[in-house]
């Protein structure tokens, strides 16, 4: 039984290194592929920080046109100012324009739309 032993002992030494450098290539791949990840992660966050950051930029700016127009809004409070948008908008004087305006000016498609 040790002779059949040691007679393989070679066969095993080499089964051994082939099984370390599969590891060892399976650890690289593995490093390899969380990079990727990262990578990949790391991209979305900034395209997500781009949008947030552009959606930002288009509030303050149309929040800026209001307060050109009603510079008294400065001084409301929030509730103040939602409620007296709300009632301006919701006039039929306003439904008219607005239902004008699109038809004029209808809405972009996003990207990747039909």
Avoid: C
Wanted: charged share 35%.
């Amino acid at each position: 039984m040790a002779h059949q032993y040691i007679t393989d002992l070679p066969k095993n030494i080499t089964e051994y290194r082939k099984n370390q450098a599969l590891i060892a290539k399976a650890e690289r791949e593995n490093v390899i592929l969380k990079r990727r990840i990262q990578k990949l992660e790391n991209l979305d966050e900034y395209y997500k920080r781009g949008e947030r950051a552009k959606r930002a930029h288009r509030l303050i700016t149309k929040g800026a046109a209001i307060e050109s127009i009603l510079p008294e809004s400065k001084e409301m409070e929030d509730a103040d100012f939602y409620q007296l948008m709300e009632r301006i908008l919701s006039s039929a004087e306003a439904q008219e324009v607005w239902k004008a305006y699109l038809n004029a000016h209808p809405p972009l498609q996003e990207e990747g739309g039909p």
